[in-house]
């Protein structure tokens, strides 16, 4: 182990640098024990006799056991299921004006960073695509030390309080006395919690909403959700929101593929992330920040304190600032995904917090549940978890130690040792709280400005678009109709007609219960674009998947025209056959079968496109795969294009084989390539519902 970065440069390579130390190559090495003692033998344990008892004094496999019998950690209690990779952070200017924070400063330099995704409420085995909020945590590994912007997909919470944070978890993770369902939000007591506690509605509107089923960790929003503070070298503090925006702009499954891809791969964005880092398409997000003076903190219609509200875009503006890539898969997944410890409390000097009573119960919670989940106190000195600055302080033993501080002083202050390690003061980059004033009398009260509950409800509800609704009140349908209790269902009708009564009286439809009673829901009127996904105008085909069903004697030019559009789009393409091997085109050229219709499935790709050629569609319609194949993509709105021939299978699958308005491409020509190309980049065709 070397020593740290004492002279506080850091580079994109100063975390991967540290790592090296600790990573371990065994190829072509002999096998040892843990105690470096080379083994002769791993396939026998040693006995008396051959057919006698195993002898206590095999401490190879003693050892090997024991290992083995410890080495599962306890999940996340929430968040257990997750997927990370290593990139960089780079400023675009410098931030001077607002911020001391040195990762903020300097666009030539690149800073480490390690990113987590997650889902929440499922185990760490749980399926990728289920309905959930997703995690988007960040640990910049900065000069100053580790700073962790700890986010969600969704820009605000379920609740105002993390003292409720307990009733939450428990009410959405599987009901305690059955373990019933995993990973779901739908069931009675996740929905009796929200009918019981109304400062959910708004998270609830989005969590029933697109961005609760992300296409892909690469394509979906981050927000710090909280308020924070900017504060810079002459003291002066902005609040401030966190926001990372996906290059390859926000995109959505539908819930049906949604619940397929759960069963059908259950690794479905841990593997989108895996490989599209292994293939270079690296993934990559802009970082925003939207400010308000201090003298501004009351000028709105929301407490800015409040977790539950968002600040429209259109109100104050998301100022872009720099961008992170995320260029490099992990070597292990339980030294690194597994073992990194974020922590909202982890700030540099520069970022301070607020008074949002989410936000200052987080701070708590998180170095508390590292130290039953990896074992103590000195989880710091974990590889992943170390910051790449120098750390000298007082802090001795506990379990799994691993600095070595040689002298007997370990106190401050002490003269012994010239009192060090010294604190530092502000010039020399010690950490300063900023000094806002407070006064107030001890008491268990939520302020009265968090008590409008439904007008951000309402105002999300407004900027949908008629699909974007529809597809809430599928969602509504979908989870309340799941819920056994009819009180808990009416109790849901009611809350809801609070924003939106029209809403209600669907979702009563729907799942069978009463109309609303209330008749008057929350006044807004406004909308706010920048909260539709559909709006957003990043359409984009790179990185997509297309599934290529072609068969012996399909038409080889034109496929060979359409890889070539897809590869200048930076599209890729598997081929889907009845059999693994090779397929031959009329023309003789062969090319890999990479799944079978048994092995892949519609629901694993962005689009589909039916070669041409009559004998490959001929052998393709033997059996009904391909036709299911198609009609799986029609239904999930996704681009469909067929060669000449292939038309014939979508027309048997009941498609209009040339409609580019609904995204269905008769591809014969490079301009039909690239009017499929456009359609993938659309994402889904709506038009068809
Ligand atoms: Fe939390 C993990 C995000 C509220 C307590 N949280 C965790 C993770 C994310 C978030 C992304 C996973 C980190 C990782 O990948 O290792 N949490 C949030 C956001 C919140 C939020 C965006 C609201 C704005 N959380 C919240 C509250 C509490 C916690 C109010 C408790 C007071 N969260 C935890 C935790 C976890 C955690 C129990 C579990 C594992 C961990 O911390 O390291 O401490």
């Known amino acids: 182990m070397t020593k740290a970065n004492e002279s506080g440069r850091i580079d994109e390579q100063s975390k991967q640098r540290q790592l090296d130390q600790y990573r371990v190559d065994d190829n072509g090495k002999k096998m040892?024990?843990?105690?470096?003692?080379?083994?002769?033998?791993?396939?026998?344990?040693?006995?008396?006799?051959?057919?006698?008892?195993?002898?206590?004094?095999?401490?190879?496999?003693?050892?090997?056991?024991?290992?083995?019998?410890?080495?599962?950690?306890?999940?996340?209690?929430v968040h257990a299921r997750g997927s990370g990779a290593h990139g960089y952070f780079q400023v675009y200017e410098p931030m001077t004006e607002y911020t001391k924070a040195k990762f903020l400063q300097d666009p030539s330099v690149k800073t480490p960073v390690f990113v987590r995704y997650s889902t929440v409420a499922g185990s760490r085995g749980s399926a990728d695509s289920v309905r959930d909020v997703r995690g988007f945590s960040t640990?910049?590994?900065?000069?100053?030390?580790?700073?962790?912007?700890?986010?969600?997909?969704?820009?605000?919470?379920?609740?105002?309080?993390?003292?409720?944070?307990?009733?939450?978890?428990?009410?959405?993770?599987?009901?305690?006395?059955?373990?019933?369902?995993?990973?779901?939000?739908?069931?009675?007591?996740?929905?009796?919690?929200v009918a019981n506690n109304e400062e959910t509605a708004h998270m609830v509107m989005w969590h029933l909403s697109d961005r609760a089923i992300p296409r892909s960790f690469r394509m979906m929003e981050g927000f710090g959700v909280h308020t924070f503070r900017f504060v810079n070298e002459q003291g002066v503090a902005h609040f401030v929101k966190f926001h990372w925006k996906p290059v390859l702009g926000v995109k959505s499954l539908v819930w049906d593929e949604a619940q397929k891809i759960a069963g059908k791969n259950p690794d479905f964005h841990r593997q989108d992330l895996w490989e599209a880092i292994d293939t270079g398409n690296y993934p990559e997000f802009e970082f925003g920040v939207q400010m308000i003076k201090e003298e501004d903190e009351f000028k709105f219609d929301f407490d800015i304190l409040d977790p539950t509200k968002l600040w429209p875009e259109e109100q104050i503006p998301v100022k872009i600032i720099g961008k992170m890539v995320l260029n490099q898969n992990t070597d292990n997944f339980f030294a690194e995904t597994e073992q990194i410890a974020f922590h909202p409390g982890h700030v540099v000097p520069g970022i301070d917090f607020s008074n949002d009573p989410l936000l200052q119960g987080r701070l708590f919670s998180y170095t508390d549940t590292q130290l039953s989940r990896l074992g103590g106190p000195n989880f710091h000195e974990l590889p992943i978890?170390?910051?790449?600055?120098?750390?000298?302080?007082?802090?001795?033993?506990?379990?799994?130690?691993?600095?070595?501080?040689?002298?007997?002083?370990?106190?401050?202050?002490?003269?012994?040792?010239?009192?060090?390690?010294?604190?530092?003061?502000?010039?020399?980059?010690?950490?300063?709280?900023?000094?806002?004033?407070?006064?107030?009398?001890?008491?268990?009260?939520?302020?009265?400005?968090?008590?409008?509950?439904?007008?951000?409800?309402?105002?999300?509800?407004?900027?949908?678009?008629?699909?974007?609704?529809?597809?809430?009140?599928?969602?509504f349908h979908f989870e309340v109709g799941k819920v056994k209790s009819k009180d808990v269902q009416q109790q849901i009708v009611e809350m809801f007609s609070n924003v939106d009564v029209e809403l209600a009286k669907t979702i009563a439809m729907g799942v069978g219960v009463n109309p609303p009673a209330n008749k008057s829901e929350v006044q807004m009127d406004l909308a706010s674009p920048a909260l539709s996904q559909e709006q957003m105008k990043v359409n984009t085909a790179a990185t997509r998947k297309v599934a290529i069903l072609a068969a012996d004697g399909f038409n080889g030019s034109e496929v060979n025209q359409v890889l070539e559009s897809f590869k200048s789009a930076g599209i890729t393409a598997e081929f889907i056959s009845h059999n693994?091997?090779?397929?031959?085109?009329?023309?003789?050229?062969?090319?890999?079968?990479?799944?079978?219709?048994?092995?892949?499935?519609?629901?694993?790709?962005?689009?589909?496109?039916?070669?041409?050629?009559?004998?490959?569609?001929?052998?393709?319609?033997?059996?009904k795969e391909p036709i299911y194949f198609v009609d799986e993509a029609y239904n999930h709105f996704k681009a469909i294009g067929a060669?000449?021939?292939?038309?014939?299978?979508?027309?048997?699958?009941?498609?209009?084989?040339?409609?580019?308005?609904?995204?269905?491409?008769?591809?014969?020509?490079?301009n039909s390539g690239s009017a499929f190309i456009e359609a993938i980049a659309k994402h889904r065709h709506w038009k068809r519902a």
């Open 32 to 77: 040892t024990t843990n105690q470096g003692l080379r083994v002769s033998e791993d396939e026998h344990s040693l006995k008396a006799g051959a057919r006698g008892p195993t002898l206590m004094e095999d401490f190879h496999f003693r050892e090997k056991m024991t290992h083995f019998d410890h080495e599962r950690i306890p999940e996340r209690i």
């Open 385 to 475: 978890n170390r910051t790449v600055a120098p750390v000298h302080n007082n802090q001795r033993d506990g379990m799994h130690r691993m600095s070595i501080n040689p002298g007997p002083v370990s106190y401050h202050k002490n003269s012994l040792a010239g009192n060090s390690p010294e604190p530092a003061s502000e010039g020399e980059g010690g950490y300063a709280h900023y000094q806002e004033k407070v006064d107030g009398r001890k008491v268990r009260q939520r302020s009265e400005s968090f008590k409008d509950h439904y007008s951000q409800a309402k105002l999300f509800w407004n900027s949908m678009t008629e699909v974007e609704k529809e597809h809430i009140i599928q969602a």
């Open 139 to 193: 640990k910049f590994y900065t000069e100053e030390g580790n700073y962790d912007l700890v986010g969600n997909n969704i820009p605000v919470f379920f609740i105002q309080d993390a003292i409720k944070f307990p009733d939450l978890i428990h009410a959405v993770k599987p009901e305690p006395h059955n373990e019933i369902p995993q990973a779901a939000s739908a069931h009675d007591t996740f929905w009796d919690f």
């Open 580 to 623: 693994r091997g090779v397929v031959t085109s009329s023309e003789g050229q062969q090319v890999e079968v990479n799944q079978t219709f048994l092995t892949a499935d519609s629901v694993l790709f962005d689009a589909v496109y039916v070669a041409g050629g009559q004998e490959s569609v001929d052998a393709l319609m033997a059996s």
């Open 643 to 670: 060669g000449k021939e292939g038309a014939e299978i979508l027309s048997k699958a009941g498609i209009v084989s040339n409609d580019p308005a609904s995204g269905i491409v008769a591809v014969t020509d490079k």
